[in-house]
């Protein structure tokens, strides 16, 4: 490319019409584009060529890693013991640990008496379950909506609370510690957290409780869920 001075980029004659300085603009930026752009653009490239590569090869990893996984993986009642809880004459349902089962709230008008109706249709002792609905809703409705949800399990034998607080500090996660500061929950031993749109089987806890009676060293046990939308109107794309 021939070299051009400095009168060539910015001649004397720009103070001429307007006219003259829109062609003496476009006639400079012919003169530099080229320079400029051409290795922007290849840069632009090469990044878009290596984000392609890496993406690619992380596809490949993870259907290394799936693949393996699915083949030589152990289940979890591989890995770890399980075995059913069974009764005990002598002692009747206190052989069963006692369970608190936590459910956070907040302005689910639409999806409460689904999640509360499946954590009281629970398949567990009445005796060692305690449902623990922590509503941190704003609008006063919905909140007395989940409130007589909750009085008409009650009247049905099923030991539920309803809590509320002047607050929302921490949200979600500051809302179920703070449940966890009731005294009866002093007494029970494990504590399971659905969501609010959760609609957990009723044999839920007699398949993840025996993981934690019969392995000390485990703290939590995180179980398979899925989408169900079917209730639901569908939302056009």
């Known amino acids: 490319m021939d070299r051009f001075s400095s009168t060539t980029l910015f001649p004397d004659t720009l ?21 400029l752009i051409v290795p922007l653009l290849r840069i632009a490239v090469f990044l878009c060529l290596l984000m392609s590569i890496l993406l690619f090869i992380e596809r490949v990893y993870m259907g290394i890693v799936i693949t393996l996984v699915k083949m030589f993986g152990r289940k979890p009642d591989k890995r770890y013991k399980w075995e059913s809880l069974k009764d ?10 006692m369970v608190l089962v936590q459910i956070p709230m907040y302005n689910e008008k639409e999806v409460y008496q689904l999640s509360i109706g499946a954590a009281c249709g629970l398949s567990w002792p009445s005796d060692r379950i305690i449902i623990q609905v922590l509503d941190d809703s ?3 409705i919905i909140k007395n909506l989940v409130s007589m949800e909750c009085q008409r399990w009650a009247s049905k034998g099923i030991d539920i609370k309803y809590e ?3 607050n929302r500090n921490g949200y979600k996660a500051g809302a179920l510690k703070e449940g966890l500061k009731h005294p009866y929950v002093k ?8 969501d609010a749109d959760f609609q957990p089987e009723p044999d839920f806890l007699w398949r993840t409780i025996p993981f934690l009676v019969h392995n000390p060293q485990l703290g939590l046990v ?5 989408f169900d939308l079917c209730d639901f109107p569908r939302i056009p794309a």
Not at 88 to 97: A, H, K, L, R, W
Not at 187 to 194: H, S
């Open 15 to 35: 103070a001429g019409t307007r006219d003259d300085l829109t062609e003496q603009w476009t006639i400079i930026w012919e003169q530099i584009k080229a320079p």
């Open 88 to 97: 005990d004459v002598e002692i009747g349902n206190s052989c069963y640990p």
């Open 138 to 140: 704003t609008d006063p």
């Open 164 to 166: 509320i607080r002047d």
């Open 187 to 194: 007494q029970c031993d494990y504590v399971a957290i659905f």
């Open 222 to 226: 995180q179980a398979r869920w899925k």
